[in-house]
C-alpha cells in the first residue's frame, strides 16, 4: 500500500452469500461510479505526508508514551537536577587556578550523567520491554519503515537530553553559579551530540540483553560507566584496577570531551587530576563506541527478526 495514498470513497460492506464468498464488492468512488476493489483503506484515512510526515507522527507518538508515564521522566530529568544540588552547590564559590567555579564544572559533570543515563535506560530498557510486549513485532508487520521508529526514539531523546541540560543550567542560574555564554553554548552543544553517540549502546543493550534482566543489566552497566569517567568523584580517589579501567570507556573519554567545553584544560587538569591534552583521541574513541554500537544494535535488531519469523 502507497502511504501517501488516499481515497473519498464511501465505506462498504459485504453481505450474505458475497461475503461468504469473499467476492469482491463493487464500491463507489466519488464520482459515483461502481468499481471492483480488493481491498479499501478506511473512510477516515489522510494522507501520511511521505517519509517526513511519519517521523513526525512517530516522534509525536513517542513523546506523548512518555507523557503518559510522567514519574518516569520525572526520574530521568529530575535525578541530574537533584545530584547537582547535593554535590556541586555546597562547592560554590571555590574557584579553581583558572578562574573556574567548582560548581560550573560540575554543571557538566552532572549533565553528562544525565545523558547517559537517559540513554542506557531509555533506550536499553524501554526497547527491551517493547520488546517483550510483541510492539516491534507488530510494527515490522506495518507498512511503515522500522528506521520511522528509531528516529523517534532519537528525537525523543534528544528532547529528554534538552530538558536535562535545561533543568541543571535553571538550577546553576537560580544558585547563581557563574555561568558564561560561549562556554555553555558549546557544553550543550556536545551533551547533546553525546545522546546520539550514546543512543546506539543503548539499542545495542535492548537488542542482545533478555527483556526481563534488562533493568538489571543496564544498571550493571551504567554505574561503572559513571563513576569510572569521573562523574561523581575524581578518578586519584578511585581503586587503581578503576582508574587503569577508566581510560577504556567511551563515558571517560566523552566526560573529558565535555569538561574542555566549559573550563581552560589547566582547570580540567586541576579538577579530575589528569590532562585533556589530545581531544582527538577523545572524539576517535567516542566516533568508535557509537560505531561499535550500532553495529551491535543492527545485529541484534535482524537477530530478532529472524527469531520472530522462525
Known sequence: MNPDATTTDAPTTTTGADADAGATVPRTDSAGASRETGRALSPTSTR????????????????????????????????PV?????????????????GTDVATMLIASFAAYGIVSLCIFTFGVDIAQERARGW???????????????????????????????????????????????????????????TVVFAPLGCALAFLAPPKAAAAIGNLVFLPLSFCSGFFTPLASLPDVLQQLAPWLPTYHFGRLVWSQIAPAADVQALTGESVDGLAVHVAVVVAAMVVGTALAAWGFVRDGRRERA
Open 48 to 79: 501520511s505526508g511521505g517519509r517526513g510526515g511519519m517521523v513526525r507522527t512517530q516522534i509525536l507518538a513517542e513523546l506523548r508514551q512518555s507523557l503518559r508515564s510522567p514519574a518516569n521522566v520525572i526520574g530521568t530529568v529530575g535525578v
Open 82 to 98: 537533584i545530584l547537582f544540588a547535593m554535590f556541586a552547590l555546597p562547592n560554590r564559590g571555590q574557584q579553581l587556578p583558572g
Open 136 to 194: 516491534l513485532r507488530r510494527l515490522r508487520s506495518t507498512p511503515m519503515p522500522m528506521w520511522v521508529y528509531f528516529a523517534g526514539k532519537i528525537a525523543m531523546a534528544l528532547v529528554l537530553s534538552a530538558i536535562v541540560v535545561g533543568l541543571v543550567l535553571a538550577a546553576a542560574a537560580i544558585a547563581d553559579v557563574p555561568l558564561s555564554l560561549d562556554p555553555v553554548l558549546r557544553t550543550v552543544g556536545v551533551l547533546l551530540l553525546g
